[in-house]
């Protein structure tokens, strides 16, 4: 685990099978009140847990798990996770937030064949993902959060309540899997996702100042060029449609 910022704090995927996302944690610790987003994929609550705390930061100041969107390399872990931190509060985009809760898994999964592999694979019963989510994000919410200042962005198109979060003072962009480093962006072929959403939530993150960039998985990005995301978008253009 390392520190990239004041107040934001990385922890590895540890890919196995298939991949683990990363974990930010953000939020001055100072403040005693800090936020994980995203917690990874099945079996890997244990390994992200000990990182955090080897980092000296304490669970009982961690207040919320936001969550960038809901594949299982993301959410996975989360059972795991709340154990550790029962008064944790869940926070997810309210068009993947209302499925969970009805138990509602083909987002989780993202599709059909790729239920039955996991579910035998990691032992995953049938209603494992049905939490209770206790704030709905819509877009466009300020989070003042940790002593920082977050904006929660909607970038649907790699799945249906997918967000990004910004910090507009350091330039900080958190975008789930929309985005990558090296000229790359998130599958467009799962359930939920839309191809032409994903074209224009890549154009609403290219109009961002973005220093630090900060994705779901591979590098993460200091010292982004200030027309990265753009050039991305322009690149991958012909195939969004
Ligand atoms: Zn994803
Ligand atoms: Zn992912």
Redesign the pocket.
């Known amino acids: 685990m390392a520190k990239v910022y004041n107040g934001v704090y990385f922890v590895a995927g540890q890919d196995d099978f298939i991949p683990d ?1 990363h974990v930010y944690i953000i939020g001055d610790p100072a403040s005693k009140d800090l936020s994980l987003v995203d917690v990874g994929l099945t079996g890997k609550g244990n390994y992200k847990l000990e990182s955090i705390q080897q980092m000296g930061i304490d669970l009982a100041c961690v207040k919320r798990i936001i969550m ?2 809901t ?1 299982l ?2 959410i996975g872990c989360l059972a795991e996770i709340q154990g550790a931190i029962p008064g944790a509060e869940l926070w997810i985009h309210k068009a993947e937030a209302e499925p969970i809760e009805k138990g509602d898994d083909r987002a989780i999964y ?1 599709m059909e064949a790729f239920k039955g592999m996991c579910q035998m694979q990691y032992g995953i019963g049938p209603d494992a993902f049905q939490f209770k989510i206790d704030r709905k994000l819509e877009g466009g919410e300020t989070l003042e959060i940790g002593s920082m200042i977050w904006e929660v962005i909607h970038i649907p198109g ?2 249906m309540g ?1 967000i990004a979060l910004y910090e507009p003072v350091a330039k900080i962009l958190i975008p ?2 929309v985005i990558y480093a090296d000229y790359a962006i ?2 467009f072929d ?1 359930f939920g996702a839309d191809a032409a959403q994903l074209k224009e939530s890549l154009g609403r993150l290219a109009q961002l100042d973005v220093d630090i960039l900060l994705p ?1 998985h591979n590098q993460i990005v200091k010292g982004v060029s200030s027309d990265y995301i753009r050039k991305t978008a322009k690149m991958w253009e012909a195939y969004l449609v």
């Open positions: 996302s960038t969107h594949h390399d993301h993202g790699h799945s997918g789930g899997d998130g599958r799962l779901g």
